[in-house]
């Protein structure tokens, strides 16, 4: 079985109403406050993680301790669109200091340098004036 925790920094954290943090909610166990290294970029109507362990920044987000991880990061990987032909995102898993255990994080893997990124790493600071943030929020992946 896979590690049950998740690090999620964007359309599923807790705080953004999104019918997918909403799922990840009712299959969650709880989740806490955490942050990884890294920066967090401005994809036009989502945000991209790029993990770097020796970054100056942080990204923030929450870890969540999936009720069954098989299941539910199967759910996700759907979501991230991890079988398109060039995907965006990989899961990974990846150290946290606030954790003993490594954590799953969707992190963005295709060039990112000429992408504007979210200042402070914090998406729910980020998304609640941006337009193509909030229609895809209410819509999701398929509106």
């Known amino acids: ?11 599923l954290l807790s705080e953004v109403p999104s019918g997918m943090s909403r799922f990840l909610g009712t299959h969650s166990q709880g989740f806490f406050p955490a ?8 994809l036009g109507y ?29 759910e996700l990987d759907a979501y991230e669109c991890l079988d398109d032909d060039v995907p965006e ?10 954790s003993p255990t490594p954590v799953w994080a969707y ?19 980020f998304f609640q004036n941006k337009e193509a943030h909030l229609n895809f929020i209410k819509q999701g992946r398929n509106g």
């Open 35 to 42: 942050f990884l290294p890294g920066i967090l970029y401005d």
């Open 46 to 74: 989502y945000p991209g993680f790029v993990f770097q362990q020796e970054a100056p920044g942080m990204v923030y987000g929450e870890i969540h301790h999936l009720r069954d991880p098989t299941r539910v990061l199967a």
């Open 1 to 11: 079985m896979p590690t049950p925790l998740l690090f999620v920094y964007g359309s």
């Open 89 to 98: 995102y990989q899961r990974l898993l990846l150290p946290v200091e606030t």
């Open 107 to 125: 992190v963005y893997v295709q060039p990112a340098a000429h992408l504007p990124e979210i200042v402070g790493g914090d998406y729910r600071t």
